[in-house]
């Protein structure tokens, strides 16, 4: 059974500082993404990354930065937090079977970080 | 780029009725085309992906390359169905964007 796990269900911070959710998944997919999660607004991809020390800019990336050194991790930092980064954030890893041509493909998802910014 | 779009936030309908949820996307290459659901309290998960041609819980989704669409849909809705549901795509450099989301309601 595939774990995705985020290391917080709910933080609460401060303007300005520095904010590191961490995610851990346990299935050695190459692939891992962060989301935030917001009404009205659906899932909007902040990064993602596809192998060890490589990162991809999402849609939505100012703000964010991330760091994946082993292959298991993959975390999501904001810099200076500031209140409009208050939301859910959802951490996924992904595995893309070559072998099938992709045809079990599927994401896990963590159970998301609910980050509040005062 | 990719891009996806669900057109409708909030879906209701009678238990025994019949349930379309509308997806569309933007994609200039070959999209791969998944419908993901999130019961309430529980982590968001695969329903069904559609180079499977599967039917999940029910439900099944048909890829129209001339529409760009991949509407979601069921003869008979039950209570259980309730839920937000994401319409997603995965296109090139492995990136996987999701739409918007629908809040399916079904009343009894």
């Known amino acids: 059974d595939v774990k995705v796990t985020q290391s917080s269900r709910y933080l609460v911070k401060r303007t300005g500082e520095k904010v590191f959710l961490e995610c851990v998944q346990d299935m050695d997919h190459e692939n891992m993404f962060w989301y935030r999660q917001d009404p009205g607004l659906g899932l909007r991809l902040i990064y993602f990354s596809y192998d060890v020390k490589m990162k991809e800019k999402g849609d939505i990336p100012e703000g964010y930065s991330v760091s994946r050194e082993k292959k298991e991790r993959f975390s999501l930092i904001l810099e200076s937090a500031s209140t409009n980064q208050t939301s859910m954030y959802l951490c996924a890893s992904f595995f893309w079977p070559v072998r099938t041509g992709g045809r079990n493909t599927e994401a896990f998802f963590g159970q998301g970080t609910r980050l509040t910014v005062v | 780029a990719q891009r996806v779009t669900q057109p409708e936030k909030l879906l209701s309908v009678f238990k025994g009725a019949p349930v379309e949820l509308k997806c569309n996307y933007s994609y200039s290459g070959s999209p791969e085309l998944f419908w993901y659901v999130q019961y309430s309290r529980q982590r968001l998960q695969l329903l069904l992906r559609?180079?499977s041609r599967e039917s999940i819980k029910g439900f099944t989704a048909d890829l129209n390359k001339g529409e760009t669409s991949f509407h979601l849909k069921k003869p008979f809705a039950q209570e259980e169905d309730s839920a937000m549901y994401y319409c997603a795509l995965r296109g090139g450099a492995q990136k996987l964007v999701f739409g918007q989301g629908t809040r399916l309601t079904i009343n009894p």
């Open positions: 559609h180079i």
